[in-house]
């Protein structure tokens, strides 16, 4: 089906699949404005008469049906004749514009700059680069006099200001203070009311070690608001004037969110004030010390980015420290402290896991016998950190630590358990179900408990195995239930799932062009995460995934891109589009396990493409046995990520 899609942020204008639409004159322009202003609800005809016309004529409703057909011809030329219109629709007293979420770009704007305010700072300094980059002028340019048009107009351009000033936050949270100087002062240059701008502005100079700058622009600021409301500035200002005079240390700090608010900096110096405080507490002793860093670290982890590579960085150094103190009860502790939830089934570090793993395996022989809650926290870890392998160890190790953390009746040690439990649950094809009702248990334990972070885990393993029965209905529940927790709890990598969820639904449903659109936005997002066992070959996979679900048998690869873990699936797909069946057939036996993570199905559909394209009929019936106990599922889908599209037609396939 052909996209339509709407600007209104300068002139209005309107396309099909990427080619502009002739509309006619100014009247059919603006019925059509007026409809995307009521943002897909039924605007009645009388409604749409009086703001046509000042003083309406005879033949008002006759005119305005007419607009309304020229219209319909252009939006949707493919229409049969007589057929109900579905994108611009008869309802009820009058009509309704029904364009998709991300066919408007002031719509398409006004989610990138909410969505940018939950993300760490580089990748919200991205999302609001590429929002403001929609704007070609004021916002329905040629219908500014319009009454109709007045309250969206205004709340358009004050979101715009907005996200000119989360930017240049985020510039300061990622040490450009110097890019954000001249920016700031060309917006202020517009708009001198902005008491955030001003304050913005001020910060960078001091950063930029500008100080008398910084003091004069919050002089201008106190002068401006002075003589043109009568106002003194407010609490924000007086506060970074104040600071700035006293050259307090907290504002040398970086930011830790792309909003920057007056609130972001006083957390900052609370924090500052209190590392200071416990860094001269000589009555600490190391242990402790070295238990809270592992807390630190947890934080610094579910923060995504820059805070998960350094956690992850700083883990192994961790651990060590406390083997050298020959305490396995210690050693225990660090090692089991960190319980970041995990919802990918492949490790970021591979090296590095295998040493947490080792160390574990060290901890739990030291240890006295019995149930404990080091012991259950070992066990998990291994069953975590073993992830995608299929050594026997790392499932016996997840059986172990939830049987214990049930007869200890410790809600968070179960929950830990729980996770290690998931993660070895991607050992063959068909198990969907089985991830659902882990899913399921952590929600509603994680819900009783207080545990957010895990009740988040829990919505969204209940959202990959959602997709893989192909019910999106409850998708969107588990999607829309983790968002809320995640801006609750402050947890950015929640949304860099849901966007590849959202991107996979589109897929499903068939809409291949908005799906492509919406697997670019999704790799974007996911880019600086710190999530590499994510992000490595996953855009060119998702991309080759559509076109296989969309009927190619024999795609075209570009093996220059990074594939990453999926090049030897994707390798013999050039043999076969190079006509080499023979080479197909030795690369097929040539390839190594599937790896146990939550692509092992799309592996499995991968090879069934390959084996039938190449005619190895040795094959067949070893990967149908694989892909069988997936019947009626999504092919791959149980990953939240992407889809080949039923499993059914790979299998039908086989058994031809």
């Given at each position: 089906?052909?996209?339509?899609?709407?600007?209104?942020?300068?002139?209005?204008?309107?396309?099909?699949?990427?080619?502009?639409?002739?509309?006619?004159?100014?009247?059919?322009?603006?019925?059509?404005?007026?409809?995307?202003?009521?943002?897909?609800?039924?605007?009645?005809?009388?409604?749409?008469?009086?703001?046509?016309?000042?003083?309406?004529?005879?033949?008002?409703?006759?005119?305005?049906?007419?607009?309304?057909?020229?219209?319909?011809?252009?939006?949707?030329?493919?229409?049969?004749?007589?057929?109900?219109?579905?994108?611009?629709?008869?309802?009820?007293?009058?009509?309704?514009?029904?364009?998709?979420?991300?066919?408007?770009?002031?719509?398409?704007?006004?989610?990138?700059?909410?969505?940018?305010?939950?993300?760490?700072?580089?990748?919200?300094?991205?999302?609001?680069?590429?929002?403001?980059?929609?704007?070609?002028?004021?916002?329905?340019?040629?219908?500014?006099?319009?009454?109709?048009?007045?309250?969206?107009?205004?709340?358009?351009?004050?979101?715009?200001?907005?996200?000119?000033?989360?930017?240049?936050?985020?510039?300061?949270?990622?040490?450009?203070?110097?890019?954000?100087?001249?920016?700031?002062?060309?917006?202020?240059?517009?708009?001198?009311?902005?008491?955030?701008?001003?304050?913005?502005?001020?910060?960078?100079?001091?950063?930029?070690?500008?100080?008398?700058?910084?003091?004069?622009?919050?002089?201008?600021?106190?002068?401006?608001?002075?003589?043109?409301?009568?106002?003194?500035?407010?609490?924000?200002?007086?506060?970074?004037?104040?600071?700035?005079?006293?050259?307090?240390?907290?504002?040398?700090?970086?930011?830790?969110?792309?909003?920057?608010?007056?609130?972001?900096?006083?957390?900052?110096?609370?924090?500052?004030?209190?590392?200071?405080?416990?860094?001269?507490?000589?009555?600490?002793?190391?242990?402790?010390?070295?238990?809270?860093?592992?807390?630190?670290?947890?934080?610094?982890?579910?923060?995504?980015?820059?805070?998960?590579?350094?956690?992850?960085?700083?883990?192994?150094?961790?651990?060590?420290?406390?083997?050298?103190?020959?305490?396995?009860?210690?050693?225990?502790?660090?090692?089991?402290?960190?319980?970041?939830?995990?919802?990918?089934?492949?490790?970021?570090?591979?090296?590095?896991?295998?040493?947490?793993?080792?160390?574990?395996?060290?901890?739990?022989?030291?240890?006295?016998?019995?149930?404990?809650?080091?012991?259950?926290?070992?066990?998990?870890?291994?069953?975590?950190?073993?992830?995608?392998?299929?050594?026997?160890?790392?499932?016996?190790?997840?059986?172990?630590?939830?049987?214990?953390?049930?007869?200890?009746?410790?809600?968070?040690?179960?929950?830990?358990?729980?996770?290690?439990?998931?993660?070895?649950?991607?050992?063959?094809?068909?198990?969907?179900?089985?991830?659902?009702?882990?899913?399921?248990?952590?929600?509603?334990?994680?819900?009783?408990?207080?545990?957010?972070?895990?009740?988040?885990?829990?919505?969204?393993?209940?959202?990959?195995?959602?997709?893989?029965?192909?019910?999106?209905?409850?998708?969107?529940?588990?999607?829309?239930?983790?968002?809320?927790?995640?801006?609750?709890?402050?947890?950015?990598?929640?949304?860099?799932?849901?966007?590849?969820?959202?991107?996979?639904?589109?897929?499903?449903?068939?809409?291949?062009?908005?799906?492509?659109?919406?697997?670019?936005?999704?790799?974007?997002?996911?880019?600086?995460?710190?999530?590499?066992?994510?992000?490595?070959?996953?855009?060119?996979?998702?991309?080759?995934?559509?076109?296989?679900?969309?009927?190619?048998?024999?795609?075209?690869?570009?093996?220059?891109?990074?594939?990453?873990?999926?090049?030897?699936?994707?390798?013999?797909?050039?043999?076969?589009?190079?006509?080499?069946?023979?080479?197909?057939?030795?690369?097929?036996?040539?390839?190594?396990?599937?790896?146990?993570?939550?692509?092992?199905?799309?592996?499995?559909?991968?090879?069934?493409?390959?084996?039938?394209?190449?005619?190895?009929?040795?094959?067949r019936a070893g990967v149908r046995a694989r892909l069988l106990p997936a019947a009626g599922e999504l092919a791959g889908a149980g990953s939240g990520l992407l889809t080949l599209g039923p499993v059914d037609r790979y299998l039908a396939a086989l058994a031809d």
């Amino acid at each position: 089906m052909a996209q339509v899609g709407f600007g209104v942020l300068g002139a209005l204008t309107a396309e099909r699949d990427g080619t502009a639409l002739a509309l006619k004159g100014p009247r059919h322009r603006a019925v059509l404005a007026r409809l995307i202003v009521a943002r897909r609800r039924v605007v009645p005809v009388g409604r749409l008469v009086d703001d046509l016309w000042a003083d309406p004529p005879p033949a008002a409703l006759g005119a305005l049906r007419t607009f309304v057909a020229d219209l319909r011809r252009v939006l949707e030329p493919e229409r049969p004749p007589r057929a109900p219109a579905r994108l611009l629709a008869t309802e009820g007293p009058g009509y309704v514009l029904r364009p998709e979420p991300q066919a408007v770009d002031a719509w398409r704007f006004e989610t990138a700059v909410q969505e940018a305010a939950g993300l760490p700072a580089d990748r919200a300094l991205t999302r609001l680069d590429g929002a403001l980059a929609l704007w070609r002028g004021p916002a329905y340019a040629d219908h500014a006099d319009e009454g109709w048009t007045r309250a969206e107009r205004t709340r358009l351009t004050e979101l715009r200001l907005r996200a000119v000033e989360q930017r240049a936050a985020a510039l300061l949270a990622l040490g450009r203070a110097d890019q954000a100087v001249p920016d700031l002062r060309a917006h202020l240059a517009d708009h001198l009311w902005r008491e955030e701008a001003w304050r913005l502005l001020a910060l960078a100079q001091y950063r930029t070690g500008r100080q008398g700058e910084a003091l004069a622009a919050l002089r201008e600021a106190r002068a401006v608001l002075a003589d043109g409301l009568g106002l003194d500035p407010g609490p924000a200002l007086r506060r970074l004037e104040a600071d700035i005079l006293a050259q307090d240390p907290a504002l040398d700090l970086v930011d830790g969110s792309a909003a920057g608010t007056s609130t972001d900096a006083a957390v900052a110096r609370l924090w500052q004030r209190t590392a200071t405080a416990y860094d001269r507490t000589l009555a600490l002793g190391a242990r402790a010390r070295l238990e809270s860093t592992v807390g630190l670290m947890r934080s610094l982890a579910v923060s995504g980015g820059a805070g998960l590579h350094a956690a992850r960085e700083q883990r192994s150094a961790v651990i060590a420290a406390a083997e050298e103190y020959g305490d396995p009860e210690l050693t225990a502790r660090v090692i089991g402290a960190f319980d970041v939830p995990a919802i990918w089934t492949r490790s970021d570090d591979p090296e590095l896991a295998a040493g947490v793993v080792a160390a574990a395996e060290r901890a739990l022989v030291a240890l006295p016998a019995g149930d404990t809650a080091a012991r259950c926290r070992l066990l998990a870890t291994v069953a975590l950190e073993s992830r995608g392998s299929r050594e026997p160890r790392a499932p016996q190790a997840a059986r172990a630590a939830e049987a214990v953390a049930r007869r200890l009746n410790d809600p968070a040690l179960l929950a830990f358990a729980l996770n290690g439990r998931f993660m070895q649950s991607c050992t063959r094809a068909g198990l969907a179900p089985e991830r659902d009702a882990v899913g399921a248990e952590l929600v509603d334990l994680s819900a009783r408990h207080g545990l957010a972070v895990h009740e988040v885990l829990g919505h969204l393993i209940r959202l990959q195995s959602a997709c893989a029965r192909a019910d999106f209905a409850a998708g969107d529940r588990h999607a829309t239930a983790a968002e809320k927790l995640s801006d609750r709890h402050e947890l950015p990598l929640v949304r860099v799932f849901t966007a590849w969820y959202r991107a996979l639904r589109s897929a499903a449903r068939g809409r291949t062009a908005e799906a492509v659109a919406a697997v670019r936005a999704a790799a974007a997002d996911l880019a600086g995460a710190g999530m590499p066992g994510l992000e490595t070959g996953l855009l060119p996979l998702a991309l080759l995934a559509l076109r296989i679900a969309d009927g190619t048998r024999r795609p075209e690869v570009d093996l220059g891109l990074d594939w990453g873990p999926y090049r030897p699936w994707v390798e013999p797909f050039a043999l076969l589009a190079a006509g080499d069946r023979g080479a197909v057939r030795a690369a097929l036996r040539a390839l190594p396990p599937s790896p146990a993570d939550l692509l092992y199905e799309a592996r499995c559909c991968l090879e069934a493409v390959l084996v039938v394209e190449s005619g190895d009929t040795e094959l067949r019936a070893g990967v149908r046995a694989r892909l069988l106990p997936a019947a009626g599922e999504l092919a791959g889908a149980g990953s939240g990520l992407l889809t080949l599209g039923p499993v059914d037609r790979y299998l039908a396939a086989l058994a031809d």
